[in-house]
């Protein structure tokens, strides 16, 4: 049986990642001891046929529920949102953004269960910002933005493409929504001129946003992640910064042959924005 074009694709992409992370040892006719210096590759490395990589798209449009939370039920989006243009604007440091964030009760939010504000960890004064998708669990637990699993793959690439020092890492709300509900327009509102803050305080000479909800929260668009990565976008008007979307890390680790469309996206932004 000869098999079809998208089988042999498929087929191809999966030998390649193997290869492309020193795993093509393992198909030999005889077992071999690996922890032995003399075993290790053994064979000599062949260059990877090219191959089309397939991805399960995304969560298309801009991520955002149509089911409100309780805590939106009865909001006045008008007052409430005047509330977080004025506190946003007010602050002069990261210090008095977090502050100004503690201090706004009638954000629906902060009301969800969530332990509290995840913060940004990385550079204060960052030539790459990354801002990723909303709190995960480990995220809430610590109050830090990529943490666990998906924060260590993260500083992999930083540090790969030689800007690990030079970044910070911010999640696109600052708390965990109940059971890590998709966000709503509501919050995204509510939320943006704090991240807007937070660019403005940050400096930063680019942004990777990674994630539908990141999209959503600093770009305001309503397109599909599919469609939007992989393209250079500008942030700001008097001094636009390059701005790219791609694939957050959660996503990754569950289709790592997405690895490396992401890793030619950053690199496309470090390129641009010569960091």
């Given at each position: 049986?000869?098999?079809?074009?998208?089988?042999?694709?498929?087929?191809?992409?999966?030998?390649?990642?193997?290869?492309?992370?020193?795993?093509?040892?393992?198909?030999?006719?005889?077992?071999?001891?690996?922890?032995?210096?003399?075993?290790?590759?053994?064979?000599k490395r062949?260059?990877?046929?090219?191959?089309?990589?397939?991805v399960?798209?995304?969560?298309?449009?801009?991520?955002?529920?149509?089911?409100?939370?309780?805590?939106?039920?009865h909001?006045?989006?008008?007052?409430?949102?005047?509330?977080?243009?004025?506190?946003?604007?007010?602050?002069?440091?990261?210090?008095?953004?977090?502050?100004?964030?503690e201090?706004?009760?009638?954000?629906?939010?902060?009301?969800e269960?969530?332990?509290?504000?995840?913060?940004?960890?990385?550079?204060?004064?960052?030539?790459?910002?990354?801002?990723?998708?909303?709190?995960?669990?480990?995220?809430?637990?610590?109050?830090?933005?990529?943490?666990?699993?998906?924060?260590?793959m993260?500083?992999k690439?930083?540090?790969?493409?030689?800007?690990?020092?030079?970044?910070?890492?911010?999640?696109?709300?600052?708390?965990?929504?109940?059971?890590?509900?998709?966000?709503?327009?509501?919050?995204?509102?509510?939320?943006a001129?704090?991240?807007?803050?937070?660019?403005?305080?940050?400096a930063?000479?680019?942004?990777?946003?990674?994630?539908?909800s990141?999209?959503?929260?600093?770009?305001?668009?309503?397109?599909?992640?599919?469609?939007?990565?992989?393209?250079?976008?500008?942030?700001?008007?008097?001094?636009?910064?390059?701005?790219?979307?791609?694939?957050?890390?959660?996503?990754?680790?569950?289709?790592?042959?997405?690895?490396?469309?992401?890793?030619?996206?950053?690199?496309?932004?470090?390129?641009?924005a010569?960091?």
């Amino acid at each position: 049986m000869i098999p079809s074009d998208d089988l042999r694709s498929e087929i191809e992409s999966y030998l390649g990642f193997l290869i492309d992370h020193e795993l093509e040892d393992a198909y030999e006719t005889e077992p071999l001891n690996r922890t032995l210096s003399e075993n290790k590759h053994a064979f000599k490395r062949a260059a990877a046929a090219p191959a089309q990589i397939h991805v399960t798209p995304v969560q298309t449009g801009n991520n955002v529920s149509a089911l409100k939370p309780q805590s939106l039920a009865h909001l006045d989006l008008g007052t409430v949102l005047h509330e977080a243009r004025q506190r946003a604007s007010a602050a002069r440091t990261l210090d008095e953004l977090y502050a100004e964030l503690e201090a706004f009760q009638h954000m629906p939010l902060r009301h969800e269960g969530g332990k509290g504000v995840v913060r940004f960890r990385g550079h204060a004064q960052p030539d790459i910002l990354v801002i990723g998708e909303i709190p995960d669990e480990e995220e809430d637990a610590r109050l830090s933005a990529f943490s666990g699993k998906a924060g260590e793959m993260m500083d992999k690439a930083l540090k790969a493409a030689g800007i690990f020092d030079k970044a910070m890492l911010s999640p696109c709300v600052f708390w965990r929504p109940a059971g890590g509900r998709p966000l709503t327009a509501e919050d995204v509102s509510l939320n943006a001129p704090f991240m807007h803050a937070l660019i403005r305080l940050a400096a930063p000479k680019a942004i990777l946003l990674l994630g539908a909800s990141a999209v959503s929260c600093v770009l305001n668009l309503d397109q599909s992640l599919a469609k939007l990565r992989g393209r250079l976008v500008s942030y700001g008007e008097n001094q636009a910064l390059p701005v790219m979307a791609s694939y957050p890390p959660n996503f990754l680790l569950r289709q790592p042959q997405a690895k490396g469309l992401f890793w030619n996206d950053l690199l496309q932004l470090v390129d641009n924005a010569k960091l």
